[in-house]
């Protein structure tokens, strides 16, 4: 045995190479995608945050300080009436809740 049949390197014929060539190559495509889940998931991220911020700094506030409010003077309502016997109307419940809701965002 000799040498050079240890290393022998076997005949390529031309059909094996066309084989090769019509393989599919290996596109970036994948690499893109994964690059715009990437930023589709920041964006989705950025989104929920400004939500977030939504909601505890405007509408959680606003909303504790008119039903705050509604409480109030329900309250006040109801002990006036069964403390001093005096009977609460208001006059109109649209501008009781207009003058409400007005009173809670003056201060946001």
Known sequence: ???????????????????????PSTSTEGFESDEDDYDAQKEWEQ??????????????????????RKFAYWSWARYMEWTHDVEINWTSKKTFKAAGAIGAAATL
């Open 47 to 68: 989104s929920l945050e400004q939500l977030k911020l939504l909601l505890t700094m405007i509408i959680v506030p606003f909303t504790g300080k008119y039903l705050g």
């Open 1 to 23: 045995m000799s040498l050079s049949d240890s290393f022998a390197i076997p005949d390529v014929s031309v059909s094996d190479l066309d084989d090769v060539d019509s393989l």
